[in-house]
């Protein structure tokens, strides 16, 4: 990942999801179960930024907690399917800690959206 992260979370998620198909790319490439956990990461990974996306046009401030909502369940599960991968042997550490990381200050920016955005600061 890049030093210097973007600050708004549509382009913080994007940026993000192109590295989850890199390494996504990677483990595909490779036999066995690295691959089929890689497709889980893959399909958690990428709906990150394509919830975060969604929520921007959400036809109502319920709709905008809902789909951000689902962005942090994402984000965590994405974070799950890191720390799998790292502590199974199937990444490693220094493809699969950075992510994680950048995955659980995502899922710490979301929980703080949708609380401010509940509390009726945007």
């Known amino acids: 990942m890049e030093e210097k ?15 989850i198909v890199k390494l996504c790319r990677e483990l595909d490439e490779r036999p066995g179960v690295g691959r089929t956990v890689g497709k ?4 958690s990974g990428t709906s990150i930024g394509a919830n ?3 929520a921007q046009a959400g036809q109502s401030r319920a709709d905008f907690i809902n789909k ?3 962005a942090l369940k994402e984000a965590r599960e994405t974070v799950y399917w890191l720390r799998l991968l ?6 490693a550490n ?7 990381h950048e995955a659980e200050e995502i899922a710490q920016i ?10 009726g600061r945007s």
Do not use: H, M, W
């Open 94 to 100: 220094s493809q699969s800690e950075p992510l994680q």
């Open 5 to 19: 992260k973007p600050r708004d979370i549509k382009e913080r998620t994007f940026k993000f999801a192109l590295e």
């Open 86 to 91: 790292r502590e199974s042997g199937e990444c």
């Open 110 to 119: 979301l929980g703080a959206i949708i609380v401010n955005t509940k509390k």
């Open 52 to 54: 975060v996306e969604e």
């Open 40 to 43: 889980q990461l893959l399909r």
């Open 68 to 70: 951000n909502a689902i």
